[in-house]
């Protein structure tokens, strides 16, 4: 079965610093993975994709993803955080299934002080 | 164009009642996916409809969950007999054509469904 984890429940970090958003998957096949983003009170956003072309990913909004087989890690980074990043991040593990269903990670929320 | 839309946005009900949660997917996709998110989780997936049919609702939790999507388009999923358990956020997307990959789903802003 297809899992993903995330290591961290609540990041902090300041404004114009990096960003390191941590998760691991488990997948028994090349997996498609995901990153999404969740504003309050606003719909799940796609920010990035990775499905077995380019290792490194990069997606909206600056941030980018390096997907590592050794590792089983799919990290998310920015390199300057903005107060407008502040939101949920969802790790996502698309099934190994012909559904496409997604498998969602816990979350990370992301705190951006000034 | 527009996106997913979901309604209504909030739904109170009583334990014990049933409940109607409507989606309205993107114009022409064919796959639709509902997924519940409860509070400080991340989405769990329930059903997933390729045009009309339900291909995978591996995912409802019993069988007081029902969804349906008579036309194709419009889908809505009802829950009979409600528990506290239930309250949560319900989630629909779509996407193109569904199937493995890297088709994007396309997600609502959610029903936020409590029960009291």
């Known amino acids: 079965a297809q899992s993903v984890t995330q290591l961290d429940s609540h990041v902090s970090v300041s404004e114009g610093t990096p960003v390191l958003l941590r998760c691991n998957y488990s997948s028994s096949y090349s997996p498609s993975l995901f990153w999404y983003v969740q504003h309050p009170n606003k719909g799940l956003q796609l920010l990035l994709k990775y499905t077995s072309a380019a290792t490194l990913v990069k997606g909206i909004n600056g941030f980018e993803a390096e997907f590592k087989k050794s590792e089983t890690s799919f990290h998310l980074t920015k390199p300057s955080a903005h107060m407008s990043d502040a939101a949920e991040y969802f790790c996502?593990?698309?099934?190994?299934?012909?559904?496409?269903?997604?498998?969602f990670g816990q979350g990370t929320t992301l705190q951006v002080k000034p | 164009g527009a996106g997913v839309s979901q309604t209504p946005s909030n739904k109170v009900t009583e334990k014990g009642k049933y409940v109607e949660l409507r989606c309205d997917p993107i114009?022409?996709?064919?796959?639709l996916y509902w997924y519940r998110q409860s509070l400080g989780q991340g989405p769990e997936f329930l059903i997933y409809?390729?045009?009309?049919?339900?291909?995978?609702d591996s995912g409802l939790p019993n069988d007081r969950f029902f969804a349906v999507r008579p036309e194709g388009s419009v889908s809505t999923l009802k829950i009979q007999r409600t528990e506290r358990g239930d309250s949560a956020v319900y989630l629909c997307?779509?996407?193109?054509?569904?199937?493995?990959?890297?088709?994007?789903?396309?997600f609502g802003p959610g029903t936020r469904l409590t029960v009291l």
């Open positions: 997307a779509s996407s193109l054509t569904g199937g493995q990959g890297d088709n994007e789903q396309f």
């Open positions: 114009s022409g996709h064919t796959a």
């Open positions: 409809f390729q045009g009309t049919g339900a291909a995978d």
């Open positions: 996502v593990v698309s099934a190994y299934s012909n559904t496409g269903k997604l498998i």
